[in-house]
């Protein structure tokens, strides 16, 4: 989910909360099967399962599993067969949203998150009515504690980094997503703590939402959508202030 800055961050922390209940390491062994069918199970020719192996065992998913999605995703293990599928639609207030979708049936899946903006407040779109406003990037955290910005920036422009910015405990780095594996090993290598390192959507431009109730309004849809098991990622191009976004996420 992204759309305002802080909400890598705050996202982040709500994943470690969704681990304790086992959902997200569902959604991440997914990720890895798909990864893994699509172009193979090695992850030095797979940038996309490399990306998707590391963010699993970020999230403390247990190496076996991961091993066992890749093998499931390659055919040396039975496993089912999953279609992606991308979702657009809007949020209360106009806010765009962008959901990318995993499922083993399109029709049930389609009916459900169609259900869910409607009874939220939000309705759905057709295909390229709200794509156009995000684009993928690589956002990877890196633990802010004992930092000196000055090196951290210098290894992030000397490895592709594009945006640096602090965010609480973490610094956030930017960066085009085929620079995302080799700018998280550099920075691994130069001694950051490297927190996480994904390839979300991030939007292009922005929609205000100022007032508590509207704020309320749009993170209920985005985190009834995200908690859909069939949901692998939310986006939405919403503009919440950080204090405002910080209460109505607390």
Known sequence: ??????????????????????????????????????????????????????????SSVPLDTIERAVKRGTGELEGVSYEQITYEGYAPGGVAVLIEILTDNRNRTGAEVRSLFSKNGG????????????????VILVVADGVDEDDLMMVGLDHGADDLAQEGE??????????????????????????????????????????KEGAKAVMRLIDILDDHDDVQDVYGNFDIPDDLLEEITA
């Open 1 to 58: 989910m992204s759309g305002h800055s802080k909400w890598a961050t705050i996202k982040h922390k709500k994943g470690a909360a969704d681990a304790k209940r086992g959902k997200l390491f569902a959604k991440l062994i997914r990720q890895v099967e798909v990864a893994a069918r699509q172009g193979g199970g090695d992850p030095d020719s797979n940038p996309t399962l490399r990306t998707m192996f590391q963010k699993a065992r970020d």
């Open 123 to 138: 309705s759905m779109a057709e295909p390229g009515a709200v794509a156009w406003q995000f684009e993928r990037k690589g």
């Open 170 to 211: 973490y610094w956030r780095i930017t960066c085009e997503p085929t620079d995302l594996n080799g700018l998280r090993d550099a920075l691994a290598e130069a001694g950051f703590t490297v927190e996480s390192a994904e390839l979300p959507m991030l939007a292009t431009q922005s929609v205000e939402v100022a007032d």
